[in-house]
Nanobody
Framework: QVQLVESGGGLVQAGGSLRLSCAAA????????MGWFRQAPGREREFVGV???????WYADSVKGRFTISRDNATNTVYLQMNSLKPEDTAVYYC???????????????WGQGTQVTVSS
């Protein structure tokens, strides 16, 4: 069982930056694939990016070059650094953990409660 808690959301102007954190409670954090997803009002939850257990990352085209995922296995934390934010990035952001990972929600076993990111124009 893994408990995930996101933090770091807030209101930012377009062009600004935010860093989200996702703290995991569990002893096997380094073995998990950690994903980030987001859900805007009236839309389905969508893939943002993933950090594989070996450290490599993969991003959705919509955020590639602007968002960066990093992980600290010593503190069981994964981060989502978001730069050059746009109003269309406004959403609730969720982190997820699983052994399979990828861009599909069903491949993750544990989810955080989400943190709101609002980007004003």
């Amino acid at each position: 069982q893994v408990q995930l808690v996101e933090s770091g959301g807030g209101l930012v102007q377009a062009g600004g930056s935010l860093r989200l954190s996702c703290a995991a409670a569990g002893r096997t954090f380094s073995s998990y694939v950690m994903g980030w997803f987001r859900q805007a009002p009236g839309r389905e939850r969508e893939f943002v990016g993933v950090s594989w257990s070996g450290g490599s990352t993969w991003y959705a085209d919509s955020v590639k070059g602007r968002f960066t995922i990093s992980r600290d296995n010593a503190t069981n934390t994964v981060y989502l650094q978001m730069n050059s934010l746009k109003p269309e990035d406004t959403a609730v952001y969720y982190c997820a953990a699983g052994y399979r990972g990828g861009s599909t929600m069903s491949r993750y076993d544990y989810w955080g409660q989400g943190t709101q990111v609002t980007v004003s124009s």
